[in-house]
């Protein structure tokens, strides 16, 4: 099950390209986007209503896409506006549109019920695309779940066993007990590591005097959002009262977006705003994050793998899954309220 009534990452801006049609699944539901001629995203569903063939190996005509099963031809609402040898069409010859909105270089759609779709509530991103960050887009695929790619970015007590020599540093930033906060829709966790030496993705872009103070401070909310003010400072220079001396600042925009059950859809950006005129520290932190996480996808995938075996087996919950268990949670209620808002009895009411 997938919460709908919320706002997903669908593509990066650069994926979906003038005139071209691109195709992706997203919470089990074959979705089709293009650009209209002015610009704007359209997303219709992937699956023409008269025989479910795919919309995405059909054809542009201007603003409308046309199935090459059979012809028929759907404007951006999703109507079926023209079947060949058809004097009328029928009024319900239509496929599902969803809204779209595209913001700081991230496309999001909504699954569920249009008439809840406030672009007000999609979260604040603007570092993918503010002039004083740097960045570069990431995207990677999972063949697991989505939400145990959840559970390990909400215990980052793994990077120093997981990415020793990319986002890790040593061990004793996974012996600190951090701070987990319930915020609305999902959690907030604050972890200061003192006095430690910066990891090697740090270590390689920028000169530090000695060790450091670092600081991951982010909110995951629903439905699988990471927003992280990240960094280290000099030691003692009073990064936790506020102050960013000589910092090395990151504000990591993550989101996960389940494509089906057992596979999930992974957008990053890592912007920085030191050597923001250097492209290649822009390249070589990007290339670092990526390499951590071929490396969670690979620990994560042997789990899903060790899982598959016993459906039976139970995780033992530690102290360091607060924040999992509370996000878990969060999803299991909103999940809950929306098949309450679906169930026939309120729809009868």
């Known amino acids: 099950m997938f919460i709908r009534n919320t706002w997903y ?6 994926e979906v390209e003038d005139k071209a049609l691109f ?34 190996v059909g054809r542009r005509e201007g603003d409308c896409v046309r199935c090459l099963y059979h012809g028929l031809k759907f404007d951006r609402d999703g109507t079926c506006v023209e079947a060949p040898a058809q004097q009328r069409i029928p009024p319900q010859a239509k496929v599902r549109s ?6 700081h270089r991230w ?5 569920g019920d249009p008439s809840l779709a406030d672009p007000d509530a999609i979260p604040d991103t603007h570092w993918l695309d503010d002039p004083q960050w740097r960045s570069l887009p990431g995207y990677i695929h999972y063949d697991v779940n989505y939400l145990l790619i959840c559970d390990n970015l909400l215990d980052f007590s793994h990077l120093p ?11 004793d930033y996974a012996k600190v007990q951090p701070k987990v906060e319930r915020i609305e829709g999902g959690v907030r966790i604050t972890r200061w590591t003192l006095n430690t030496d910066a990891p090697p993705f740090a270590a390689a872009v920028k000169d530090w005097p000695g060790k450091v103070d670092r600081w991951n401070i982010y909110d995951f909310t629903i439905p699988a959002i990471l927003r992280m003010d990240s960094g280290m400072a000099p030691v003692g220079t009073g990064a936790q009262d506020g102050a ?21 859809h992974y957008f990053f950006g890592h912007p920085h705003n030191f050597a923001v005129d250097q492209p290649e520290v822009t390249r070589a932190i990007h290339q670092a994050v990526v390499d951590a996480f071929d490396e969670d996808r690979d620990i994560i995938t042997a789990q899903q793998k060790n899982l598959v075996l016993d459906p039976s087996f139970k995780m033992m919950p530690f102290g360091i899954d607060a924040a999992l268990t509370q996000f878990r949670w969060a999803v299991d209620q909103r999940l809950q309220d929306e098949k309450k808002q679906t169930s026939p009895v309120t729809q009868g009411a």
């Open 107 to 111: 496309i999001w759609i909504w699954m």
């Open 9 to 14: 990452v669908a593509a990066w801006s650069q």
């Open 161 to 171: 066993f997981v990415h020793p020599t990319t986002l890790g540093g040593p061990e």
């Open 98 to 103: 969803f809204p779209v909105v595209e913001r």
């Open 244 to 264: 960013r001396v000589d910092a090395a600042e990151f504000r990591g925009c993550q989101a996960l977006t389940p494509e089906t059950e057992h596979s999930t």
């Open 23 to 56: 195709a992706r699944t997203i919470t089990g539901i074959p979705v089709l986007l293009f650009r209209e001629e002015g610009g704007s995203v359209v997303a219709l569903e992937d699956r023409c209503c008269h025989r479910g063939a795919p919309l995405s």
